[in-house]
């Protein structure tokens, strides 16, 4: 089991560095989390219940080997910077021109191939 419920009232959390793969899916029960950092890391993709995080308002995925985010992350309506550089994304996301409030986002050193052309129409 995940001993991360013990963790469940913090509101900002750092796993950068950590040489982490995956991600429990009972990441999501951090329900009060505002910020999330989990740079230079070997995550290839977010569990579903990332969704979960409801007050997530910045979050950090820098240095990893995503390719695509969870269709989940349409949930997270909070979330107003989110930095992805470094990763392997070939396309930008779409889920990311859904998001009422993101203001700042980076995708820099990716593989993006395409833009999507909703983009402009945030």
């Known amino acids: 089991g995940s001993d991360i419920a013990n963790f469940k009232h913090i509101t900002i959390l750092s796993l ?11 990441i999501g ?14 995550l290839k993709q977010l569990p579903d ?5 409801l007050k997530l308002a910045g979050f ?6 995503l390719e695509s985010l969870p269709k989940t992350f349409l949930q997270l309506e909070n979330l107003t910077i989110f930095w992805a550089g ?4 070939m396309t930008f996301p ?3 021109c859904h998001l009422p ?10 593989r993006l191939r395409t833009v999507t052309q909703n983009i402009a129409r945030r």
Do not use: W
């Not at 029960?29 to 070997?42: G, H, P, R």
């Not at 219940?49 to 995080?53: P, Y």
């Not at 470094?86 to 994304?89: E, G, H, I, L, M």
């Open 16 to 26: 950068a560095n950590c040489g982490l793969e995956g991600l429990p899916d009972e």
């Open 29 to 42: 029960d951090l329900v009060l989390l505002d910020t999330m950092f989990i740079d230079y890391n070997c």
């Open 49 to 53: 219940t990332f969704g979960n995080l």
């Open 60 to 65: 950090s995925v820098r240095n990893n080997q």
């Open 86 to 89: 470094n990763n392997r994304f």
């Open 94 to 96: 779409e889920v990311l």
């Open 101 to 110: 409030k993101l203001e700042r986002t980076s995708f820099s050193d990716n």
